[in-house]
């Protein structure tokens, strides 16, 4: 029956999996460590992560541990019964930041649907509910869901999804913060920020810009969010990227590094903000699940040991030191370098899909992102020996754009 339109020639043939991404025809089989061995045995560098998310490398020894023997115990029960592992979770990451509560996700678009809940919830319960719209930063990504593509307001996430959800006023990136000010209004809520922006192209707020946005917030009686889903989990060589800073949110949303590729996310909060999520205000089947926790647990047991950020310092430092050579080294394919911790970005003067295929030819795994990024976002456990073979292909891959460019000389002569 499915083949019964078949008489028609001009009918297009869908993949079982909806076209939705430009994948590239590669194939991890497995991996270990830092690195990534496809379906053909090639072996890949990984300084990617999945996109920010395999913040400890591939089959971390303790992780497969603990995630096989969590398997052989309980799988699932329901946020109706008592999750031992998520009461110990949250007890620790609020021992660790500025948050008093917080509830697990399934995702990075979870964690910040739940905080955009809980910003209104909270003016709700302060006699406050005309203040119900989100300030958000030209660039931003926040997820995929209808309200979290409505946040971006990018043409590129909403085409053909409209309407769009109309509860964000866009303010253009960053550097002049009283640009901010005047987009308040008294139906303001929150304002939402990544404090390194990652899709948008690894774009850090400055300490001074944070603690301009915390001053606004508080004069304006208006709630700080951060999206940390990418810049969050020990990316920045702090547990969150706002603790570079001498400021805190009202709410945070992480994901991605928190569960190192398993499945989770969670939205932090104040005591202030979080008591207004009464009983029945907000539900999830799966979120906070045991697997989940036991791996939660565990992510944190690993990055919170002795050393283990000075160890993620160190390598920031030297990794970027061996950029800024390779910038001088090629002015004319790279701009810049900037980024913090090991969520680092080179802006290049040309697209970066073209440097990122080169890259993998090479047996390097790199992410684009907007503003002509190339991401690097290394395992937050790679050793020097890993950040010279990267800085060694990525040189190798200079050398080839650089023979490609169009001779400037020989144009003049034209
Ligand atoms: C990836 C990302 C999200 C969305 O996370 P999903 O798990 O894909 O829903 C949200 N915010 C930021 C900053 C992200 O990088």
């Known amino acids: 029956m499915k083949n019964s339109r078949n008489d028609n020639q001009e009918e297009t043939i869908i993949s079982p999996v909806l076209p939705t991404y430009a994948r590239t025809d590669v194939a991890i089989e497995y991996g270990k460590g830092v690195y990534a061995y496809d379906q053909n045995d090639k072996e890949y560098l990984d300084f990617g992560c999945g996109i920010g998310v395999n913040n400890l490398g591939f089959c971390h020894p303790e992780l497969v541990k603990t995630l096989t023997e969590q398997a052989s115990k309980v799988w699932h029960t329901s946020n109706v019964y008592r999750i031992p592992g998520q009461e110990r979770l949250a007890e620790r990451l609020a021992e660790n930041t500025f948050a008093d509560t917080m509830f697990f996700t399934n995702s990075g678009a979870e964690a910040v649907e739940c905080a955009m809940k809980m910003a209104r919830r909270y003016h709700n319960e302060n006699e406050n509910p005309e203040r119900y719209r989100i300030i958000t930063f030209e660039g931003c990504f926040h997820g995929r869901t209808l309200a979290t593509i409505a946040a971006s307001g990018k043409e590129k996430l909403v085409g053909g999804f409209g309407p769009m959800m109309d509860a964000f006023d866009y303010v253009s990136f960053y550097r002049d913060m009283s640009k901010v000010e005047q987009a308040i209004t008294h139906e303001t809520a929150a304002i939402m920020i990544e404090p390194v922006m990652g899709e948008g192209g690894i774009k850090p707020v400055s300490s001074d810009n944070m603690r301009i946005l ?194 400037p000389q020989s144009e003049e002569d034209e």
């Open 214 to 407: 915390r001053d606004l917030c508080d004069k304006h009686d208006i709630l700080l969010i951060f999206d940390e889903v990418q810049c969050g989990m020990g990316r920045t060589e702090k547990l969150f990227a706002y603790q570079h800073s001498n400021i805190s949110p009202d709410i945070l949303c992480a994901a991605k590094g928190i569960g190192c590729g398993f499945p989770m996310g969670a939205c932090l909060a104040t005591e202030k903000v979080g008591r207004c999520m009464t009983k029945g205000s907000h539900g999830s089947t799966y979120g906070g699940n045991p697997m989940a926790m036991a791996i939660g647990n565990k992510v944190l047991d690993i990055m919170l040991a002795d050393g283990f950020f000075d160890h993620v310092e160190q390598m920031s430092y030297d990794l970027r030191k061996g950029l800024m050579t390779l910038r001088n080294k090629y002015p004319d394919i790279i701009d810049l370098v900037r980024g913090v911790g090991l969520m680092l970005g080179l802006k290049l003067k040309l697209e970066p899909p073209t440097f990122v295929a080169k890259a993998l030819a090479h047996g390097l795994l790199v992410v684009g992102a907007a503003d002509n990024v190339v991401r690097l976002l290394p395992p937050l456990v790679i050793e020097k020996k890993h950040m010279d073979e990267a800085l060694e292909k990525l040189e190798l891959v200079c050398a080839e754009i650089e023979k490609e460019l169009p001779d």
